[in-house]
Protein backbone atom coordinates (compact mmCIF):
# COMPACT_ATOMS: atom_id res chain seq x y z
CA UNK A 1 0.00 0.00 0.00
CA UNK A 2 1.67 3.21 -0.83
CA UNK A 3 -1.55 5.97 -0.09
CA UNK A 4 0.07 6.80 3.68
CA UNK A 5 -0.59 10.12 5.00
CA UNK A 6 0.47 11.34 7.71
CA UNK A 7 -0.71 14.62 8.31
CA UNK A 8 -4.43 13.86 8.44
CA UNK A 9 -5.91 10.66 8.10
CA UNK A 10 -9.75 10.29 7.69
CA UNK A 11 -10.46 6.60 9.17
CA UNK A 12 -13.69 5.03 7.68
CA UNK A 13 -13.81 1.68 9.45
CA UNK A 14 -16.29 0.74 11.10
CA UNK A 15 -15.65 -0.84 14.55
CA UNK A 16 -17.24 -2.40 17.83
CA UNK A 17 -17.70 -0.80 20.48
CA UNK A 18 -15.51 -1.93 23.95
CA UNK A 19 -18.00 -0.01 26.75
CA UNK A 20 -21.66 -1.18 24.87
CA UNK A 21 -20.38 -3.98 22.15
CA UNK A 22 -22.67 -1.85 19.60
CA UNK A 23 -21.42 -2.28 15.95
CA UNK A 24 -20.77 0.95 14.81
CA UNK A 25 -21.27 0.80 10.92
CA UNK A 26 -18.56 3.41 9.01
CA UNK A 27 -19.63 6.62 8.67
CA UNK A 28 -20.47 8.45 5.67
CA UNK A 29 -19.62 11.86 5.10
CA UNK A 30 -17.22 12.09 7.58
CA UNK A 31 -14.65 9.68 9.66
CA UNK A 32 -15.90 8.08 13.06
CA UNK A 33 -14.28 8.40 16.14
CA UNK A 34 -16.77 7.19 19.19
CA UNK A 35 -19.47 5.47 19.66
CA UNK A 36 -22.95 6.52 18.37
CA UNK A 37 -25.10 4.36 20.69
CA UNK A 38 -23.09 5.38 24.45
CA UNK A 39 -20.85 8.11 22.28
CA UNK A 40 -17.94 6.66 24.36
CA UNK A 41 -14.30 6.63 22.62
CA UNK A 42 -11.24 5.02 23.30
CA UNK A 43 -7.67 6.70 23.69
CA UNK A 44 -6.20 6.03 19.75
CA UNK A 45 -5.27 9.50 18.39
CA UNK A 46 -2.51 11.60 19.74
CA UNK A 47 -2.84 14.93 18.71
CA UNK A 48 -4.45 15.10 15.50
CA UNK A 49 -8.24 13.48 15.29
CA UNK A 50 -7.48 10.04 13.10
CA UNK A 51 -3.76 10.01 13.51
CA UNK A 52 -4.14 6.99 15.35
CA UNK A 53 -0.96 7.70 17.30
CA UNK A 54 -1.19 7.18 21.24
CA UNK A 55 -0.52 3.82 22.44
CA UNK A 56 -2.52 4.44 25.57
CA UNK A 57 -5.59 2.37 23.93
CA UNK A 58 -8.00 3.64 27.86
CA UNK A 59 -11.65 4.32 27.21
CA UNK A 60 -12.67 7.80 26.92
CA UNK A 61 -15.89 8.30 28.62
CA UNK A 62 -18.06 10.88 27.79
CA UNK A 63 -17.73 13.68 30.50
CA UNK A 64 -19.54 16.39 29.22
CA UNK A 65 -21.34 17.85 26.14
CA UNK A 66 -20.97 21.40 25.04
CA UNK A 67 -22.88 23.79 22.89
CA UNK A 68 -26.48 25.25 23.00
CA UNK A 69 -27.90 24.08 19.97
CA UNK A 70 -29.42 20.53 20.23
CA UNK A 71 -28.14 19.61 16.11
CA UNK A 72 -24.57 20.67 17.01
CA UNK A 73 -23.34 19.55 20.43
CA UNK A 74 -19.69 19.24 21.43
CA UNK A 75 -18.94 16.14 22.92
CA UNK A 76 -16.36 15.83 25.76
CA UNK A 77 -14.06 12.78 26.27
CA UNK A 78 -11.95 12.18 29.00
CA UNK A 79 -9.82 9.16 28.65
CA UNK A 80 -9.89 6.95 32.19
CA UNK A 81 -6.40 5.92 31.99
CA UNK A 82 -4.64 8.30 31.21
CA UNK A 83 -6.76 11.54 31.81
CA UNK A 84 -6.45 13.37 28.21
CA UNK A 85 -9.65 15.23 27.52
CA UNK A 86 -10.58 15.57 24.02
CA UNK A 87 -13.46 17.46 22.26
CA UNK A 88 -15.42 15.68 19.30
CA UNK A 89 -18.06 17.15 16.95
CA UNK A 90 -21.08 14.81 17.15
CA UNK A 91 -22.15 12.87 13.90
CA UNK A 92 -25.30 12.73 12.29
CA UNK A 93 -26.17 9.14 13.23
CA UNK A 94 -25.06 9.67 17.06
CA UNK A 95 -27.26 9.23 20.01
CA UNK A 96 -28.70 12.47 20.36
CA UNK A 97 -31.11 11.80 23.25
CA UNK A 98 -28.16 10.92 24.94
CA UNK A 99 -25.75 13.60 24.61
CA UNK A 100 -28.86 16.15 25.49
CA UNK A 101 -29.66 14.11 28.71
CA UNK A 102 -26.14 14.63 29.50
CA UNK A 103 -25.88 17.88 28.68
CA UNK A 104 -29.13 18.48 31.08
CA UNK A 105 -27.44 16.95 34.06
CA UNK A 106 -24.47 19.21 33.16
CA UNK A 107 -27.13 22.12 32.59
CA UNK A 108 -25.44 23.80 36.13
CA UNK A 109 -21.55 23.59 34.91
CA UNK A 110 -21.04 22.78 31.39
CA UNK A 111 -20.76 26.84 30.83
CA UNK A 112 -18.05 27.22 32.71
CA UNK A 113 -15.65 25.37 30.43
CA UNK A 114 -13.94 22.57 30.62
CA UNK A 115 -12.22 21.82 33.99
CA UNK A 116 -8.83 22.07 34.87
CA UNK A 117 -6.89 19.63 37.19
ZN1 LIG B 1 -20.78 2.10 22.70
ZN1 LIG C 1 -5.34 7.75 27.45
Request: proline letters at 5%; aromatic letters at 4%; a neutral charge.
Amino acid sequence: MSHLQRNFIARNDGFRCDVCGHIAPPASGTFRNHCPACLNSKHVDDNVPGDRGSTCGGVMMLIDVEGSDPDNLDLIHQCEHCGKISRNRMASDDNKELAIQKSLEKSTDWKRGPKRS
